[in-house]
């Protein structure tokens, strides 16, 4: 079975700081790995993904994330952030890329201006 | 191209009565999964359907069933209600035809379906 931890529940950071949102999991098998980002009162959409190959992941709005297998770890990145990037940020496994996916419990991220 | 729908957007019913969300896919896509969000948690997969057949299914009790339809949407159905079903449900649509190698490409999800139950 799988499982996803994330590690901080609440992540407050100044504008144009750096911020990193922690993400471990667990699993038997490989895994893909996801990143997904909730706005207040809507659904979720993807800001990553990581299926196979180089382990530094690029997606939308500046963020970036690194699959570290001997880790068990993808955290996410983004070197400066802005007000618009508060928002609920979810990091998800699956066995494969359109199936099941197991989420974490989820990081508020509140930039403060 | 719209993306995915759902609705009702708001739904309030009381204990014991059952309830039915709808979800019509990403134009192009043919898998439909659904998820419940509790208040401050991460989503939990309910099941997923795929050629109107539920193909994967989540710990959820048998009180949640649904439907996949020839053009791909689908229905959530929740019945004898529980205070403890209230949530943000989720539908997420992919098409087995786009991953390529991986298979399905990525979830995509819709706005959700707010459940209060009283």
């Known amino acids: 079975a799988q499982s996803v931890t994330q590690l901080d529940s609440q992540v407050p950071v100044f504008e144009e700081a750096p911020v990193e949102l922690r993400c471990n999991y667990s699993s038997s098998v490989s895994v893909y790995l996801f990143w997904y980002v909730q706005y207040p009162n809507q659904g979720l959409q993807l800001l990553l993904k990581?299926?196979?190959?180089?382990?530094l992941v690029k997606g939308i709005n500046g963020f970036e994330a690194e699959f570290n297998k001997s880790q068990t770890s993808f955290h996410l990145r983004k070197p400066s952030v802005h007000i618009s990037d508060t928002a609920e940020y979810f990091c998800?496994?699956?066995?494969?890329?359109?199936?099941?996916?197991?989420f974490g419990q989820g990081t508020e991220l509140s930039v403060k201006p | 191209d719209a993306g995915v729908t759902q609705s009702p957007t708001h739904l309030i019913k009381t204990r014991g009565q059952q309830v039915t969300l709808r979800c019509s896919p990403k134009?192009?896509?043919?898998?439909v999964s659904w998820y419940q969000q509790a208040l401050g948690q991460g989503p939990q997969f309910i099941f997923q359907?795929?050629?109107?057949?539920?193909?994967q299914r989540g710990n959820f009790p048998d009180r949640f069933s649904g439907h996949q339809f020839p053009n791909y949407s689908s229905e959530l159905n929740v019945n004898a209600l529980l205070l403890g079903d209230s949530a943000l449900y989720l539908c997420a649509s992919s098409s087995i035809l786009a991953g390529g190698p991986s298979g399905r490409n990525e979830q995509f999800f819709g706005p959700g379906t707010r459940l209060t139950v009283l």
């Open positions: 359907y795929y050629e109107e057949e539920e193909r």
């Open positions: 990581y299926l196979s190959g180089s382990t």
């Open positions: 998800a496994v699956s066995k494969n890329q359109g199936g099941k996916l197991i």
């Open positions: 134009s192009g896509h043919d898998t």
